[in-house]
């Protein structure tokens, strides 16, 4: 079993949609959990950080934390065509991401139609 | 600042052949990471640098692959000899000491 599970997809939603992303881990050490995007043939880039178990809002983006079931979701309100790309949920155990290494999900890809 | 830089941005090599890839990380940031990102495993962390000094290697694959950071704001990514399974997508990202790793461009690695 990886550490990090994330659905591939491609997970297709119309624009103006709310979409949900997920991810489950099994190490119960980790206490900071990241979304980033990623376009096609582009580095990462992080979009949400979080410290342990809770919501935290940043605009269209809303990341939420369950520790207890080790569970992590993004959602995108009124999804616009250039959030498409692949989203990677990433955790990692002590500071902010910043001080070791991360570990990731392989990416879940979302494509919003026009 | 322009973010981290990565070159070459493609390699295409044969089996066998030494390549060699390179990352300046951003001005100021401390921690230096090697990525690897393939379709079937997805991005993992080979080597990282605090420093200059490497802290933690676990995730290099084999003696075939080497990291160095000569000084703040250099470092190389060594594969010797290459072999086609090595073939994948190298980051390198960079990071302060509190805040989230921001990720250079990539150098697409095809070995034949």
């Known amino acids: 079993q990886k550490e990090v599970e994330q659905d591939p997809g491609p997970l297709s939603v119309p624009e103006g949609a709310i979409v949900s992303l997920n991810c489950t881990y099994s190490?119960?050490?980790?206490?900071?959990f990241m979304w980033y995007r990623q376009y096609s043939r582009k580095g990462p880039e992080l979009l949400m950080y979080t410290y342990s178990s809770g919501n935290k809002e940043d605009g269209r983006f809303t990341a939420q934390v369950d520790k207890s079931s080790k569970y992590i979701s993004l959602f995108i309100r009124d999804s616009q065509p250039s959030d498409s790309a692949t989203y990677l949920c990433a955790m990692s155990l002590y500071s902010g991401g910043g001080a070791d290494g991360l570990t990731f999900g392989k990416g879940t890809h979302l494509i919003i139609q026009p | 600042d322009a973010g981290v830089i990565q070159s070459p941005r493609h390699e295409v090599t044969e089996m066998g052949q030494e390549v060699t890839l390179r990352c300046k990380p951003i001005?100021?940031?401390?921690?230096l990471f090697w990525y690897r990102q393939t379709m079937m495993r997805g991005l993992e962390l080979l080597i990282y640098?605090?420093?200059?000094?490497?802290?933690?290697d676990s995730g290099m694959p084999e003696d075939r692959f080497s990291a160095k950071m000569p000084n703040a704001s250099f470092s190389t990514l060594k594969i010797q000899p290459s072999e086609p399974r090595d073939s994948a997508v190298y980051f390198c990202a960079s990071s302060p000491v509190t805040a989230s790793q921001y990720f250079g461009p990539g150098t697409r690695l095809t070995v034949l």
């Open positions: 190490n119960s050490a980790f206490q900071y």
């Open positions: 640098f605090n420093n200059n000094v490497p802290i933690d």
């Open positions: 001005s100021g940031h401390d921690y």
